[in-house]
């Protein structure tokens, strides 16, 4: 779909808890962020921190991530960012998939040192009108389209994949066992799939697949997220943490 074609009205700029906007989508009846999170702290503690790519990071020279709802961009702007700030030689690809560029993007922005590449990120996407560039190390990729149906033509093996659709109520479609397969074919096995949701059919459907479930530490609300790898390293970090035996048996039991 051609940005120029989305119909804009009902779209809202609302401000979050940690001072960054982002959108409330008419279409989906949702916002693109959590309010009470803030759209900043939620790319970092809900998505960044818990994928653990900056630890591996530190290691490795490359890094794959692929993200299911690219959105407003912000999830990519803070990781890539971060990852430069650990290993400024790091070579990055990024895989976004989403059905639009939201031309509203040119009204936002994001407080330093994320703005620097999202201003990049922005430039590129609406002006130049470039879905696919390369800049220094860093080789970006967006996917225009139904996820459900791009996503197959997709064979990489990311380190890390942000689940950043809307919730499973307003989008269903991108929470189901068979569109879990899809991205279970394109994750390392050692990379983890991060998402904000915890919903019970959600983690079911990871557990179908053979991932192993973690709780990322809440931010914004009481409920942990969700963080899922087929097979995990032990060292992990202090927003991972296992499920217990209890939630484990109660997910399994249906
Ligand atoms: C929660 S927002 C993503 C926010 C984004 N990650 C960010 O950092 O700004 C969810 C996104 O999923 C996209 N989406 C919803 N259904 C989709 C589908 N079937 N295929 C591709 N993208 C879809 C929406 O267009 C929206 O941009």
Known sequence: ???????LRGFKFIETADGSLTLYNP?????????????????????????????????????VILEVGFGLGYNAAVAITELLKVNPNLKITYWGLDLIVNPLIEKLSLPQP???IYELLKHRLLKEKKLQFSEGNLEFNLILGDATKTIKGLNIKADAIFHDAFSPQKNPQLWSLEFFKEEKRNIKPEGFWVSFSVAKKVRQNLLKLGFKLFNVKPVGRRAPSTAASLNPPERLNEYLTPLEEKELKKLLKG
């Open 27 to 63: 279409i989906f009846d949702e916002t693109y962020h959590s309010k009470t999170a803030g759209a900043v702290r939620e790319s970092l503690e809900k998505f960044v921190y818990p994928s653990l790519i900056l630890e591996k990071a530190k290691s490795q020279k490359s890094i």
């Open 1 to 7: 779909m051609e940005a120029k074609n989305i119909d």
């Open 114 to 116: 994320y703005g620097e």
